[in-house]
């Protein structure tokens, strides 16, 4: 496909476990975001990779957040011993470079229970 | 504290009538300024950018300094306007690691 692509679409997990949620950017895209939208909010930066490194973690809101992007493209965002306020729905987006128009995907949709 | 406040969560007008979503922001330094739009069932997506002084689908948006504002205005709605509108802002060298408002949800009634 020619966009930003989550998986999965939805997960419901329970409080306590461990999730990992994955974005494929679009080919040739350097630059991949994180981003998490709560219930009437806008999307919160989490983390900004540029390459296979972070460039950016600011956002992470603690340490059970992790996300990784080993060979430069798919990235993985994992959330450790889940919390109800994790609740969200998780957006990646990807750019060619820091300064050219982002492409978001459909999110994944996080809910612990 | 850096911040984009969009005081209206919903506005309705009637086809034809003229729009403007309110965005207002908080930065300290020369931040550049951008509108999200996401359409129902459809992501998330870039409407426009200050810098680049387009008209997209019919929209602008000047950016007021003074006020710290960064309004979005259509002179005639279309029902195909209707959808969840972010204002958004970056600080230089950032680009995309961007601060979201709340969103204004417009719906266009015919």
């Known amino acids: 496909g020619a966009g930003v692509s989550q998986t999965p679409s939805n997960k419901v997990t329970e409080k306590g476990k461990y999730v990992e949620l994955r974005c494929d950017p679009i080919s040739g895209h350097t630059a991949l975001y994180w981003y998490r939208q709560s219930l009437g909010q806008g999307p919160e930066f989490l983390i900004y990779f540029q390459g296979t490194g972070a460039a950016d973690d600011s956002g992470l809101p603690n340490d059970r957040f992790f996300a990784v992007r080993p060979e430069g493209s798919v990235s993985t965002l994992k959330i450790q011993r889940t919390e109800r306020g994790d609740s969200a729905v998780y957006l990646c987006a990807s750019s060619f470079s820091m300064n050219t128009e982002a492409f978001f995907g459909q999110g994944t949709r996080l809910t612990v229970v | 504290a850096q911040r984009v406040t969009q005081p209206e969560k919903l506005l309705s007008v009637f086809k034809g009538a003229p729009v403007e979503l309110k965005c207002n922001y908080s930065y300290s330094g020369s931040p550049e300024l951008f509108w999200y739009v996401q359409y129902s069932r459809q992501r998330l997506q870039l409407l426009l950018r200050h810098i680049s002084r387009e008209s997209i689908k019919g929209f602008t948006a000047d950016l007021n300094k003074g006020e710290t504002s960064f309004h979005l205005k259509k002179p005639f709605a279309q029902e195909e306007d209707s959808a969840m509108y972010y204002c958004?802002?970056?600080?230089?060298?950032?680009?995309?690691?961007?601060?979201f408002g709340t969103g204004t949800l417009l719906a266009v009634q015919p």
């Open positions: 958004a802002l970056s600080g230089s060298g950032a680009t995309n690691k961007l601060i």
